[in-house]
């Protein structure tokens, strides 16, 4: 079920990169990021409204509410990068870093997180994956690479941050102070870097363009429920078969145009993660 969970989070952030790219477009970079941790505050608030959660009944260790905070970056740089590459090549880099992030992580068990040694003969599943990022990279602009990658590193420590908070609390609990921290933190970017941008009025304000923060509390919410179930590499491979597919079909709904580079790297980069996966089955038998 952690496996499934995973696969549907990818898909929601494709998704959700691709809206609210859409609504940066018409609003900004900073504008559109406060609208979406507005968005997402108020649907978890509601939400722990009815499950009559008590999110300020006992306050943990500080440092547990810091993954809205870093959180608003991973929303700021996709922002940044979007319209730039593909929402493809956003996603690809981004699930790279975080790859790269995890096998850190689950090499040295950092961030108190588990133990799980990297096997030297998954480099070559890893080979097949780096190789079908690089044949999803349609075109280099480096602000947009550097964000897209920096990305990664952002979602595993608000995600590992946030699952730690959710483990000694609830996940709604967990989720809301990641929106409202969120939030918060969107509205000081947006008053030091964002008090000039105006509105695109070329772009409709179609309905779904605001749906995005609603989106990310799903995304926070199922992060979550399995972070501490899957290995933080496997859980950043599951995402990247979950965007990466869905990412194609995203970017043929929005530029009309299939684009057979990112099916074949797509397709490389399944593999590559199959191949890993056999070899850490064999390794427990």
Known sequence: ?????????GILISVMVAINGVLTERYGVYSATVI????????????ALIKRERPFAKFQAWQLYLGGAIGVFTTVFNNI??????????????????????????????????KHPFNKRKLIGFA????????????????????SLATGVTIIVS?????????????????????AIGLICSILLYFLLGSGESVNTAVAPNWYIY?????????????????MKVSAFYLSLLLFIGQVFSGIAVDAFIAQSFSPQNLIGGVLVAAGLCVNLVLERKAKN
């Not at 690809?92 to 950092?110: E, H, R």
């Not at 995600?159 to 929106?179: F, G």
């Not at 749906?211 to 972070?227: D, H, I, K, Y």
């Open 159 to 179: 995600r590992t941050i946030n699952a730690k908070l959710a483990d000694v609390t609830s996940v709604p609990v967990s989720t809301l102070y990641n929106y």
């Open 211 to 227: 749906f995005g923060g609603a989106l990310g509390m799903c995304v926070v919410w199922l992060s979550n429920v399995t972070v």
């Open 1 to 9: 079920m952690a496996y499934f969970l995973s696969l549907l989070t």
């Open 36 to 47: 979406i941790h507005a968005a997402g505050l108020i649907l978890i608030s509601a939400w």
């Open 128 to 147: 097949l994956i780096l190789i079908g990022i690089a044949a999803m990279i349609d075109r280099f602009e480096f602000v947009a690479v550097l964000v």
């Open 81 to 114: 990068a979007y319209g730039r590459i593909s929402v493809s090549a956003i996603l690809a880099l981004g699930l790279f870093g975080q790859s790269v992030t995890g096998i850190f992580i689950d090499q040295y068990g950092w961030m108190g997180m588990p």
